[in-house]
Nanobody, 113 residues
Framework: QVQLVESGGGLVQPGGSLRLSCAAS????????MDWYRQAPGKQRELVAS???????NYADSVKGRFTISRDNAETTVYLQMNSLKPEDTAVYYC???????WGQGTQVTVSS
């Protein structure tokens, strides 16, 4: 069974940075697109960023220029570097292995002064 384990969340002040990691196992990591989603209280889960097996990336308009998704196929890990964080970025962040339709357990990100 596919395992995805997120880490790196926490409390950060507005304007700060965090780097999320998602360690994947029990899957052919290098050939699947990996996504980061987030879900804020009372809102639907939304796609934040994607990276294809070939390294092509896409971002939600709300995070373009602030967030960067990357992957390390040797380490079977996907990252989300988040800069210039805003209170509206507060959410639980999930990674998703698209080919396997598998989710991680999520990591909480809170942006507050």
């Amino acid at each position: 069974q596919v395992q995805l384990v997120e880490s790196g969340g926490g409390l950060v002040q507005p304007g700060g940075s965090l780097r999320l990691s998602c360690a994947a196992s029990r899957l052919a990591f290098s050939i699947t697109t990996m996504d980061w989603y987030r879900q804020a209280p009372g809102k639907q889960r939304e796609l934040v960023a994607s990276i294809s097996s070939g390294g092509y990336t896409n971002y939600a308009d709300s995070v373009k220029g602030r967030f960067t998704i990357s992957r390390d196929n040797a380490e079977t890990t996907v990252y989300l570097q988040m800069n210039s964080l805003k209170p509206e970025d507060t959410a639980v962040y999930y990674c998703y292995a698209r080919m396997y339709r598998s989710w991680g357990q999520g990591t909480q990100v809170t942006v507050s002064s």
